[in-house]
């Protein structure tokens, strides 16, 4: 393998300059078996901790209103994302359709016509509803502005068998440019946990009491005003098809007249609540919805673009995995490998940080390698991975006549834990992260463990230490490793 990096060569040459004289030095105190991994988390500094905190915009959505310089701007960040991976991945299938969807998303910011989502359970009353503001008696919701309401119903939510599940259903109203969600009573746990989804998606919501005709007048006042205490945003009343009543009529003569009446829907609140929103806030609807959609597509292409950068950032983890093994396993020494790790490691942030565009100082990856290695340390992950290596070994029956082993597949683990680390944190981040750009500490940690735990299974260790036993040592030793597989 050639090694044209000036980081990794120097650091290699000191390690072995350093080794060479430890043959000549007996008495260098030892480290013990697992030196290497503790001193190489050390050092570094807290450069992490002065650098501020980033978030992907796409992660939490504002609840307050949206103007149109707010949309325009998030429509132009996801036109950069999709202009990215054009440079990135040139012939990729999708470019095309995404950047016809970015012009589309500019043309809706003057749509006139208003998208209304019709949602809620089974049997709620979403289609009579339909009927009966579709039939004229929301004409006063009709304003100069917005000359038409479209209703659309949505999949009742809630249902076990069902041909969408409640998230496509959700994903469905969120195009839409405002929600009537319709209950029959007190709301239900599921019934709360989606609203709440509704208002963190930024939806505006107008929460509908239908068939209220059903409860007695006490128990009508009682079920409204704990929805209103549940959900203080728009909480209306309605009876979009009632139940036939029993009408009297007595007679002069004594006799009684009787017969069934439908009385006509009551939507009253409903459509002066509709009135008032469209009137107030129609543009504002429209541009949340516009800014809905452009996250999403931002959130695809960005998916996309993180999909070609692994398929890059991947080879280069294994090339610097291997080679960290290999140092660690040729240096008798534990206090030694320190020196040759981190310049791989140090490499290897650098390498990554070139694919996601987050571009690192020689000293600033250095220190972002020690920092790692320190959260390595604080979690537990470098006794934990140790343990579990060794166990393996053993398992295997494997001699442990070179005595780097367990050091040499242990560094080679760590970092590829630390790789795939700094991969899933940056594709959380911002596409195109300026240098300088701070790492959010806690988030790192939180990605470390994240990624520690998807790889501790027994399955992966157990091929992943055979990998590393089929590099390390020599092929005369490795039929003792297949042969005690065979046999246990």
């Given at each position: 393998?050639?090694?044209?990096?000036?980081?990794?060569?120097?650091?290699?040459?000191?390690?072995?300059?350093?080794?060479?004289?430890?043959n000549?030095?007996?008495s260098?105190?030892?480290?013990?078996?697992?030196?290497?991994?503790?001193l190489?988390?050390?050092?570094g500094g807290l450069?992490?901790?002065?650098l501020?905190?980033?978030q992907?915009?796409s992660?939490?959505l504002?609840s307050a209103?949206?103007?149109r310089a707010?949309?325009?701007?998030?429509i132009?960040?996801a036109?950069?994302?999709?202009?990215q991976l054009?440079?990135?991945?040139?012939?990729?299938e999708?470019?095309?359709?995404?950047r016809?969807q970015?012009?589309?998303?500019?043309v809706?910011?003057d749509?006139?016509?208003?998208?209304?989502a019709?949602t809620?359970?089974?049997s709620?009353?979403?289609?009579?509803?339909i009927?009966?503001?579709?039939?004229?008696?929301?004409?006063?919701?009709?304003?100069q502005?917005?000359?038409?309401v479209?209703?659309?119903?949505?999949?009742p939510?809630?249902?076990?068998?069902?041909?969408?599940?409640?998230?496509?259903?959700?994903?469905?109203?969120?195009?839409?440019?405002?929600?009537?969600?319709l209950?029959?009573?007190?709301?239900t746990?599921s019934?709360f946990?989606?609203?709440?989804q509704?208002?963190t998606?930024?939806?505006s919501t107008?929460?509908?009491f239908n068939?209220?005709?059903?409860?007695?007048p006490?128990?009508?006042?009682s079920v409204?005003?704990?929805?209103?205490?549940r959900?203080?945003?728009?909480?209306v009343?309605?009876?979009?098809s009632?139940?036939?009543i029993?009408?009297?009529?007595?007679?002069?003569?004594?006799?009684?007249q009787?017969?069934?009446e439908v009385?006509?829907?009551?939507?009253q609140?409903?459509?002066?609540?509709?009135?008032?929103?469209?009137t107030?806030?129609?543009p504002?609807?429209v541009?949340?919805?516009?800014?809905?959609?452009?996250?999403l597509?931002k959130a695809?292409?960005k998916?996309?673009l993180?999909?070609?950068?692994r398929?890059?950032?991947v080879?280069?983890i294994?090339?610097?995995?291997?080679?960290?093994?290999?140092?660690a396993?040729v240096?008798p020494?534990?206090?030694?490998?320190?020196?040759a790790t981190?310049a791989i490691?140090a490499?290897?942030?650098?390498?990554?940080?070139?694919?996601y565009?987050?571009?690192?100082?020689?000293e600033?990856a250095?220190?972002?390698?020690?920092?790692?290695?320190?959260l390595?340390?604080?979690?537990?992950?470098?006794?934990?991975?140790?343990?579990?290596?060794?166990?393996?070994l053993?398992?295997?029956?494997?001699?442990f006549?070179a005595g780097?082993?367990?050091?040499?597949?242990?560094?080679?683990?760590?970092?590829?834990?630390a790789g795939?680390?700094?991969?899933?944190y940056?594709?959380?981040?911002?596409?195109?992260?300026?240098?300088?750009?701070a790492?959010?500490?806690d988030?790192?940690?939180?990605?470390?463990?994240?990624?520690?735990?998807?790889?501790?299974?027994?399955?992966?260790?157990q091929?992943?230490?055979?990998?590393?036993?089929?590099?390390?040592?020599?092929?005369?030793?490795?039929p003792q490793?297949i042969?005690s597989?065979?046999?246990?």
């Amino acid at each position: 393998m050639k090694l044209q990096r000036p980081i990794l060569v120097g650091g290699l040459g000191l390690s072995f300059s350093l080794w060479m004289l430890q043959n000549l030095h007996h008495s260098m105190v030892q480290m013990g078996e697992f030196g290497l991994l503790s001193l190489l988390a050390l050092g570094g500094g807290l450069w992490l901790f002065k650098l501020n905190r980033t978030q992907d915009s796409s992660e939490v959505l504002n609840s307050a209103p949206v103007d149109r310089a707010t949309v325009e701007g998030t429509i132009a960040k996801a036109e950069a994302v999709v202009n990215q991976l054009a440079q990135e991945a040139e012939n990729h299938e999708t470019i095309g359709t995404l950047r016809e969807q970015v012009a589309h998303l500019t043309v809706e910011l003057d749509r006139q016509e208003m998208i209304a989502a019709v949602t809620g359970g089974k049997s709620v009353g979403k289609t009579t509803l339909i009927q009966v503001l579709e039939s004229g008696c929301c004409q006063n919701v009709e304003t100069q502005s917005f000359p038409s309401v479209q209703f659309q119903e949505t999949p009742p939510l809630f249902v076990e068998a069902g041909e969408k599940s409640d998230a496509d259903v959700l994903t469905q109203a969120n195009k839409s440019d405002f929600v009537l969600f319709l209950t029959t009573g007190d709301l239900t746990d599921s019934e709360f946990q989606t609203l709440q989804q509704l208002k963190t998606a930024n939806q505006s919501t107008i929460l509908v009491f239908n068939k209220q005709d059903q409860y007695l007048p006490d128990e009508r006042v009682s079920v409204l005003e704990s929805l209103k205490h549940r959900m203080p945003s728009f909480v209306v009343a309605t009876t979009a098809s009632p139940s036939p009543i029993k009408v009297r009529k007595h007679q002069e003569d004594g006799w009684v007249q009787e017969w069934l009446e439908v009385p006509a829907p009551d939507i009253q609140q409903l459509t002066q609540q509709l009135g008032e929103m469209l009137t107030q806030q129609g543009p504002q609807l429209v541009w949340a919805t516009t800014m809905r959609k452009a996250l999403l597509l931002k959130a695809e292409a960005k998916n996309l673009l993180n999909g070609t950068r692994r398929d890059r950032a991947v080879p280069v983890i294994e090339q610097h995995q291997w080679i960290a093994a290999a140092a660690a396993f040729v240096n008798p020494v534990p206090a030694l490998d320190i020196l040759a790790t981190a310049a791989i490691n140090a490499q290897m942030v650098m390498d990554l940080g070139g694919i996601y565009q987050q571009r690192f100082s020689l000293e600033q990856a250095q220190t972002v390698a020690g920092t790692m290695g320190s959260l390595m340390l604080k979690l537990g992950l470098v006794e934990l991975s140790s343990k579990a290596i060794g166990t393996v070994l053993k398992s295997n029956a494997v001699t442990f006549v070179a005595g780097g082993l367990v050091q040499g597949v242990s560094a080679a683990y760590l970092t590829r834990i630390a790789g795939l680390s700094l991969v899933e944190y940056f594709q959380q981040q911002e596409v195109a992260i300026n240098s300088g750009t701070a790492l959010n500490l806690d988030k790192l940690g939180q990605t470390l463990q994240k990624v520690f735990q998807q790889s501790q299974q027994i399955g992966f260790l157990q091929g992943f230490v055979k990998q590393g036993v089929g590099r390390l040592l020599p092929q005369a030793q490795q039929p003792q490793l297949i042969e005690s597989e065979i046999t246990a």
